[in-house]
C-alpha cells in the first residue's frame, strides 16, 4: 500500500465531471486533476467522461460515472471542521444551494446527494468535556440546531 494515504472514489450518475468543478470552487487548496473519458469501442460513449480527479482541502477523490446503479445515502458522510461562525456559513451556504438541503445537527445533503457535516471544530472538545453538565449542554444545543451557531454552541457549554 502506498504512503500517500488514501482516495475516495464517489459514483455519479452522468454529474462526475460538473460534481468536481463544484467541489473544487467550494474548498481551499482544491484543484481539478487528471479528466478520463471513454475511448472509441468503450462501454461507455466515446468522449463521455469516465473520471474527473480533484482534491479538496487537500484530500484526493475521484468522481466516476457509475450510472444509476448507486446512490449516496447518509450512511457515508464527510466532516469539515470549522474554526467560526463565517467557515459554517460558508459551506452550508455553498453546499447546500441549488437543491442541497439541511438537515439536523449540522448535517446536510448537497445536490448531488452527498452528505456533509458542517462542524463547529471546539464542539468536539465540548461534547466530550469531563464535567457532564457542560458536555451536556452543548450536546443538548446541538441536537436542536440545523446548521450550527458557534456563538449559541459556546453560550450553551458555558452555561450563559
Keep these: 500500500m502506498t504512503t500517500a494515504g488514501f482516495t475516495t472514489c464517489l459514483w455519479f450518475d452522468g454529474q462526475a ?13 482544491a484543484a481539478l486533476g487528471r479528466v478520463v473519458r471513454w475511448p472509441e469501442g468503450g462501454p461507455g460513449p466515446a468522449g463521455a467522461v469516465l473520471t474527473a480527479e480533484f482534491t479538496a482541502n487537500g484530500q484526493k477523490f ?16 464527510f466532516q469539515i471542521l470549522c474554526s467560526d461562525q463565517q467557515e459554517i456559513d460558508h459551506y452550508w451556504t455553498k453546499l447546500t444551494e441549488n437543491g442541497g ?36 449542554r452543548a450536546t ?21
Design 62 to 77: 475521484v468522481a466516476l460515472n457509475g450510472g444509476p446503479e448507486f446512490t449516496f445515502n447518509e450512511a457515508v458522510s
Design 101 to 136: 438541503e439541511g438537515g439536523p445537527c449540522g448535517w446536510l445533503k448537497d445536490k448531488y446527494g452527498v452528505s456533509w457535516q458542517v462542524v463547529y471544530a471546539p464542539l468536539l472538545d465540548m461534547v466530550a468535556d469531563p464535567d457532564p453538565e457542560k458536555a451536556a
Design 17 to 29: 465531471e460538473e460534481a468536481a468543478h463544484h467541489y473544487v470552487s467550494v474548498f481551499k487548496d
Design 140 to 160: 443538548k444545543a446541538m441536537m436542536g440546531m440545523g446548521k450550527l451557531d458557534a456563538a449559541a454552541l459556546e453560550e450553551a457549554y458555558a452555561g450563559a
